[in-house]
């Protein structure tokens, strides 16, 4: 089965910038999704196809994707942005395609 | 305002079976592909299944394929998981959540509702 991998963490001051991975086979080939989810919150789409922004989410968050590494970049980091962050791809690379996410990224803003 | 409301969770015994539903809100329900989402506690998040606006196509993550039936009663705007078989490994927050386009597959989920707790134990 596809495995998208993440950092565990990332740690980043106010104001910078954080970048959190998301590695898989080839996955430059693949739509690639990501969303932040606050404790005890539901997730939330923040990119998608891979640098497209919904509406509402600052343009600070970008995405990028190439050969076998997605990247979600968010710039000018705030308080608020502490959370959990998880890619996400559709597999259709065998006969049973499915959905993935990745492991998750706790990103903690010092 | 669009809308997601899960219900239905509750502690059942190893083996036994349960449907969840998911009330939709505040958009054109037979338009999207629909999605279950769960979330072992402390752990990351665990695509389960989907099923296409209009019923006709299903998918399942393996862990509950055979187990696990998704449906939806677009008169209703509602969405259904029947689980059964249950399993401790099945114990999550299950969310239910919206396609964004008209495809089914490589589509992000842009509405999420709140989840509702599935707990397997005896």
């Known amino acids: 089965s596809y495995v998208l991998t993440q950092p565990p963490s990332v740690s980043v001051a106010p104001g910078q910038t954080a970048r959190i991975t998301c590695g898989g086979n080839?996955?430059?080939?693949?739509?690639v999704h990501w969303y932040q989810q606050k404790p005890g919150q539901a997730p939330v789409l923040v990119v998608y196809d891979d640098s497209d922004r919904p509406s509402g989410i600052p343009e600070r968050f970008s995405g990028s994707n190439s050969g076998n590494t997605a990247t979600l970049t968010i710039s000018r980091v705030e308080a608020g942005d502490e959370a959990d962050y998880y890619c996400q791809v559709w597999d259709s690379s065998s006969d049973h395609p499915l959905y993935v996410f990745g492991t998750g990224t706790k990103v903690t803003v010092l | 305002e669009v809308q997601l409301v899960e219900s239905g969770g509750v502690v059942v015994q190893p083996g036994g079976s349960l449907r969840l539903s998911c009330a939709a809100s505040g958009f054109t329900f037979d338009d999207y592909a629909m999605h279950w989402v769960r979330q072992a506690p402390g752990k990351g998040l665990e695509w389960v299944s989907l099923i296409s606006w209009d019923g006709g196509s299903t998918y399942y993550a393996d862990s509950v394929k055979g187990r696990f039936t998704i449906s939806r009663d677009n008169s209703k705007n509602s969405l259904y998981l029947q689980m059964n078989s249950l399993r401790a490994e099945d114990t999550a927050l299950y969310y239910c959540?919206?396609?964004?386009?008209?495809?089914?597959?490589?589509?992000?989920?842009?509405?999420w509702g709140q989840g509702t707790m599935v707990t397997v134990s005896s």
């Open positions: 959540a919206k396609g964004m386009g008209v495809v089914i597959t490589g589509d992000a989920f842009d509405i």
């Open positions: 080839n996955i430059g080939s693949k739509s």
